[in-house]
């Protein structure tokens, strides 16, 4: 079993950047990927983010060329780095693991990220 937790969420203006940080209580290593999703008011749970146990990234294609994801195993840590944030960018951000083929079986408790423009 895998508890994740978010953090460093806030507010911040548009053009700004954040970091997020999910750290895992388990080992992440052994987990096929690890991703971040995010779901604003209103609207659909979207993928943001995503890498592999082999490190392949895969990223929606509204924010391709400013968040970039990352992991540390050794740390059972995954970043997201988010820059030129816009008020789009505006969600509760989650941190999910995928213990199996299909599917994110692990999902953290979410933060929130608020840009204003």
């Known amino acids: 079993q895998v508890q994740l937790v978010e953090s460093g969420g806030g507010l911040v203006q548009a053009g700004e950047s954040l970091s997020l940080r999910c750290a895992a209580s388990?080992?992440?290593?052994?987990?096929?990927?690890m991703g971040w999703f995010r779901q604003a008011p209103g609207k659909r749970r979207e993928m943001v983010a995503t890498?592999?146990?082999?490190?392949?990234?895969n990223y929606a294609d509204s924010v391709k060329g400013r968040f970039a994801i990352s992991r540390d195993n050794a740390k059972n840590t995954v970043y997201l780095q988010m820059n030129s944030l816009k008020p789009e960018d505006t969600a509760v951000y989650y941190c999910?693991?995928?213990?199996?083929?299909?599917?994110?079986?692990?999902w953290g408790q979410g933060t929130q990220v608020t840009v204003s423009s």
């Open positions: 890498m592999t146990r082999d490190g392949a990234t």
């Open positions: 999910a693991g995928q213990g199996g083929t299909r599917g994110y079986d692990y």
């Open positions: 388990g080992s992440i290593f052994r987990l096929n990927a």
